[in-house]
């Protein structure tokens, strides 16, 4: 009855997880059971004002990210982060390490259409259930079964210094769901989804993770292939060395290096859009990075190329195949230095783009309307005011460009209050 009370308790507290950034969060409240098993309970409110000015070129871009309006905008919301808490259970029985994790994260801001007013119970804010998984570990490595965040580039939105601030895209008024940071600007997300993924043990320098997952809808302008036979395969190697050797007392300098990849395929089962030949689609792609931490310094650069799957949010709107069901190859980079002054403050670059590319058929029909790129040069001021409580200022530059050259630009500046507990 004790351990049911006291995670009863838990569970009545712990109503959002922060997925993205498992690392960011540090427990500070942890209870021991008599039975060897302990619960841990740890997250993160955050809150930004947002400013953001836009201009636009009069014409649409099909699949730009960056708003097509004229004139400021004001914001009060999430971050990149949603706010969070993650409850953690986890136990020893025999040689088996056991775990499980449930995880909510709701926005602090409310979602309407625009025009609608404001009413106390508008559906924005409503808690988003990030994750849900088990995990089964020993000294041979670790198995995940359920959902989180998928392999294929994950280390690229991990290491982004936006995933503590707003990065792109702070919306209009009723936009819910988080900020956009640099997914779409340098990165496509690697969503959460239903997976079972073996990783290779977390204490050795080359660490192997591969997994298969859920897989989704392949998505075009000619329709979706959703009859899937297989499920989506997901793989990531890091490897993370020290670089000379540390002076006493202090961490040292180390990189770590990541590449991964992804693969799925798809069936119209029998229907083949637009008298084509093949009723099979397939996506795939490849993410790289390194990190040097170099003393006080920073620097991350990273990448990715891929075929099918789309740019900004993947798998998850008709990009990733044109109206012939030929794939679209789309790329992008991420180049970021951060140097951190003192204890208390901390300065950050970066610049990133993610970048569609035309197939012959969007060519030979002159889809100039297409998005060329979005790119995103952000700049970051953080001060740790205490060890938990981080105030955090930022500005972007942010722009949408389409084969016609046509641009929509946004100038945005934001400062807010993140608090880890």
Do not use: C
Not at 26 to 34: C, D, R
Not at 138 to 164: F, K, P, S, V
Not at 380 to 403: C, G, H
């Amino acid at each position: 009855m004790t351990r049911l009370a006291v995670l009863g308790t838990a569970a009545t507290f712990a109503i959002a997880s922060i997925a993205a950034v498992p690392r960011t969060a540090h427990a500070q409240l942890t209870m021991q059971m008599s039975n060897g098993w302990s619960l841990s309970f740890s997250g993160n409110v955050n809150a930004f004002e947002v400013e953001t000015f836009g201009s636009d070129s009069g014409k649409s871009i099909t699949y730009g990210n960056t708003n097509p309006t004229e004139g400021t905008t004001n914001r009060v919301r999430t971050g990149l982060l949603p706010a969070f808490a993650v409850f953690d259970v986890k136990g020893k029985e025999g040689p088996v390490d056991l775990g499980v994790h449930f995880g909510f994260a709701p926005q602090i801001q409310s979602g309407t259409s625009i025009g609608a007013g404001t009413s106390h119970d508008e559906f924005g804010a409503q808690i988003d259930m990030r994750q849900v998984y088990l995990t089964v570990g020993g000294d041979w490595g670790q198995i995940l079964a359920g959902r989180e965040i998928g392999l294929y580039q994950r280390q690229n939105i991990l290491t982004d210094m936006t995933l503590t601030g707003v990065g792109a895209n702070g919306g209009q008024i009723g936009a819910g769901g988080t900020t956009l940071g640099r997914i779409g600007y340098g990165y496509t997300y690697p969503n959460f989804n239903a997976q079972v993924t073996y990783s290779s043990p977390a204490t050795n320098d080359v660490q192997v993770s591969i997994g298969v997952f859920d897989p989704s809808a392949l998505n075009g302008e000619d329709g979706a292939a959703v009859f899937t036979r297989l499920p989506r395969v997901e793989a990531e190697v890091t490897w993370t060395g020290k670089l000379g050797t540390p002076a006493a007392g202090q961490a040292g300098d180390k990189v770590m290096v990541w590449v991964g990849g992804t693969w799925q395929e798809a069936n119209f089962q029998g229907f083949v859009p637009n008298g084509g030949s093949d009723s099979t689609r397939s996506a795939e792609g490849v993410d790289f990075g390194v990190k040097l931490d170099l003393g006080q310094l920073s620097i991350v650069g990273s990448g990715y190329y891929d075929k099918g799957v789309g740019t900004t949010l993947m798998f998850s709107t008709n990009a990733g195949f044109d109206f012939d069901g030929d794939a679209r190859t789309s790329f992008g980079y991420v180049g970021q230095i951060v140097y951190k002054i003192d204890p208390k403050w901390t300065i950050g670059a970066s610049i990133g783009a993610s970048n569609l590319l035309q197939t012959d058929n969007d060519r030979a029909f002159g889809n100039a309307a297409l998005l060329k790129d979005n790119l995103d040069g952000a700049a970051m001021l953080t001060y740790q005011w205490t060890k938990s409580l981080r105030f955090v200022a930022e500005y972007d530059y942010i722009e949408s460009v389409s084969y016609a050259f046509d641009s929509n630009k946004q100038n945005q500046v934001a400062a807010g209050l993140m608090l880890f507990f």
